[in-house]
Every structure is written in C-alpha cells, then in structure tokens.
C-alpha cells in the first residue's frame, strides 16, 4: 500500500552496508521510521531531501504495520539548510529533535506536535540564538504529550505553592514539594514565585506573538533549568519509563 504525507527529517542512520533508515516526525503518521535503499546508487534521486530537518512531502510502500516501509518518493518543500549549516545551533535544535524520538511512539500521530516542530524551525530560521524558541517548544512539547511539569501545586499534598519567594523543584518527582512536605536528601532546583508566574502565562503565547514577550534573563534561565532539568530526567529513564505510572502519581 502507498501512503502520503509530511514529513520532517528527525535522523538518518546507516542500516546494513550502505542503507539508510530515515526517522521522520510526520503529519499523519507521527514517529515514522522508513527503509532507504542504498542512497549511493540513490542520491540522485533522494538527494538532499533525506537531510535532517528537511521538510518533505513523502511516500511510502510497506503494509499497514509493516516494520520498515520503504521510502518512494520525497519532494522538499522546505529544506532548512541555513539551520543545518549553523554547528552551535545544531546542537540546540537536536535537543528538540530528540524529544520526539525520545517521548513519541511510532505511528501514533500527533498533528499539533508536527505543526509545533515546523512552526519551531521556521522560528529558528529567523533568530537561531533565540532562547524564548527553544523554551516555548519545550513546553508545548511536554504540554501536549502529557508530560508537563507539575509547578502550580505541591505533589505530595496537593497544596497550592503560592506565597512565597523560592519554591523547590523536586526533578524525580517532577514536581514542586511544598515547604511543609520537604523532606528527604532529594536536591532540588530552586525556582521563584516569579519565575514560576512567567512560566504559567507561557501557555497564553502563540509563536506568531512570543516575539512580543520581553523576559528578564534571569527568570528564563530559571525556567529553562527547571524545565531541562525535567526533559534530561524524563528521557534519561524514558526506555523503562511507564508515562501511566508518572501520571497517576499527579
Ligand atoms: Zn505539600
């Protein structure tokens, strides 16, 4: 069967002697994995289309859940080569990338994560050191795949956090611990009330309107260290992970 859809490059490995396995974060398909058959003999015709982070339209022959389905076809419609170009940034956008083959399940699609990745990189293009991009994806990301921090109550007793100046950030609870909760050798990210107000009204933004936002330094490096601090912890024990557990837990 043939199917179509949109695709973002997510990764390319070498499979075999001279194969390819091109990871795609696609419109209609979510996480998808593709069979490319040696793209020496095939460069011509896949081209550049196969580079991480480019934009394509795509098809693919393999039954419905065959394993590895084979790459037919792929027309750039953005390629995003300036970003590829740009090592620093790179770097920063992979941990983006890596969100999805960390957090996502394969074929389970997630249109609004696509749309969120797109809308990111066409951000990115135009102010790659933008820290407030990378941020808002972080959230969104973690937002929409169920995986948020929980920052607005305690998660030992429920409690609201409100009223005081510095709050705890317990990373394997990922969750705050109110100050009567507190206990145990666990380290904590400290993070302030302000702050943490800053980070609820970013679930208010769109990326057409985040340019708009002028945040103090200070409480966006607050809120990155909470939230990078969370991702690393998350994804680090993601492979034996179970999301039910993390989320009755809430
Ligand atoms: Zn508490």
């Known amino acids: 069967m043939l199917n179509r859809t949109e695709g ?17 974060l696609t419109k209609d398909f979510g996480l998808l994995r593709v069979f490319v058959k040696s793209p020496r003999k095939t460069k011509s015709r896949f081209g550049s289309s196969i580079e991480p982070l480019t934009y394509a339209k795509i098809s693919f022959l393999g039954k419905e859940q065959a394993n590895l389905p084979r790459l037919t076809q792929s027309d750039i419609i953005k390629p995003f080569h300036k970003l590829r170009e740009d090592y620093s940034g790179m770097l920063n956008i992979m941990e983006l990338l890596e969100m999805n083959l960390h957090f996502l399940i394969d074929r389970e699609p997630h249109p609004s994560i696509f749309r969120l990745l797109l ?8 102010d790659i050191n933008n820290g407030l991009y990378y941020l808002y994806y972080k959230i969104k990301f973690l937002e929409i795949s169920g995986y948020s921090p929980r920052l607005e109550i305690c998660g030992r007793c429920g409690g609201l956090t409100e009223g005081r100046r510095h709050h705890n950030f317990y990373v394997s609870h990922g969750s705050i611990i109110c ?7 666990d380290r904590a990210v400290k993070v302030t009330e302000s702050a943490l107000k800053f980070y609820k009204s970013i679930f208010n933004w769109k990326y057409s309107t985040i340019d708009r936002i002028k945040a103090p330094a200070h409480m966006l490096a607050e809120i990155q ?13 993601s492979k034996s992970f179970d999301k039910r557990l993390f989320l009755s837990s809430r």
């Open 8 to 24: 973002i490059v997510l990764k390319s490995s070498i499979f075999g002697e001279a194969d390819l396995i091109v990871t795609y």
């Open 119 to 126: 809308t990111a990189l066409s951000k990115l293009e135009s």
């Open 179 to 185: 100050h009567e909760c507190i206990g145990g050798d």
């Open 225 to 237: 260290n909470v939230i990078n601090s969370h991702i690393s912890f998350i994804s680090s024990g």
